[in-house]
């Protein structure tokens, strides 16, 4: 297996990974909707046992709405430090220089984007033995491979975010999926059709009219995988 399919294959096991953490979740691959662009970013409706573990490490309270009672009668406000809404940054590294070219302290803008928090959660996902917890700033996590799926060795540190700016992340990422791309899970399905069908008029022999068609229509499913000169 070549690394750039074991860095194909982590994304899908952390989009499975946040997915099953999530009560609703909308992500992107090569996303700069966080300012600079990271493997996969999403923002994420945490359950509430998810979001009280990662806020309890953090020392942070969930928000929560109550009624007061006041001079003017009862009045219902929002207490607690974090909503359960997340923006989850990920870093997907396969070798260690790949790791050391991001979070090996370089004085590069790839690497020095990286050394302050621009989402609610951040994991790096790499495979056993590339870094240790220990040599990442405190608001990343560490994901690994364990079978079929990831395990945490290392949870981060949140960071809370202003709703404008929460809010305006959404605005990009859902103006992405209707205007660019569609939902991951989606676009990774029309690909595989896509080539599929490219693969079937190859067999059969369909005329070059036919197979030219196919073609054009697997380049558009992969729209937003690639970038085309």
């Not at 220089?97 to 928090?117: I, M, Q, S, V, W």
């Not at 056993?128 to 945490?152: A, N, R, S, V």
Request: proline content about 4%; some cysteine; overall charge positive.
């Amino acid at each position: 297996m070549s690394r750039s399919d074991r860095h194909i294959e982590l994304q899908n096991m952390l989009v499975r990974w946040i997915g099953n953490r999530s009560f609703k979740m909308c992500g992107l691959p090569e996303s700069n909707v966080v300012g600079y662009i990271a493997d996969f970013v999403a923002i994420a409706g945490m359950y509430s046992e998810e979001h009280a573990k990662y806020a309890r490490h953090s020392g942070l309270t969930k928000k929560y709405m109550s009624s007061r009672m006041t001079d003017d009668g009862s009045v219902r406000k929002i207490f607690g430090d974090i909503d359960r809404w997340y923006v989850c940054v990920f870093e997907v590294k396969v070798s260690r220089p790949d790791f050391l070219n991001t979070f090996g302290k370089r004085k590069t803008p790839h690497a020095e984007a990286r050394t302050k928090p621009v989402g609610t959660a951040h994991w790096v996902v790499a495979e056993k033995g590339i870094c240790k917890p220990e040599e990442l700033p405190d608001f990343w996590g560490l994901l690994t491979p364990y079978g079929t799926g990831l395990t945490e060795l290392k949870r981060p540190k949140l960071h809370i975010l202003p709703d404008s700016k929460l809010h305006a992340m959404a605005f990009d990422m859902l103006w992405l999926q209707m205007n660019l791309r569609r939902s991951y899970y989606d676009q990774l399905g029309e690909m595989a059709q896509a080539i599929k069908d490219v693969q079937e008029a190859i067999i059969r022999n369909k005329p070059t009219g036919e197979l030219l068609r196919r073609c054009n229509r697997a380049v558009k499913a992969c729209r937003g995988f690639a970038i085309y000169e």
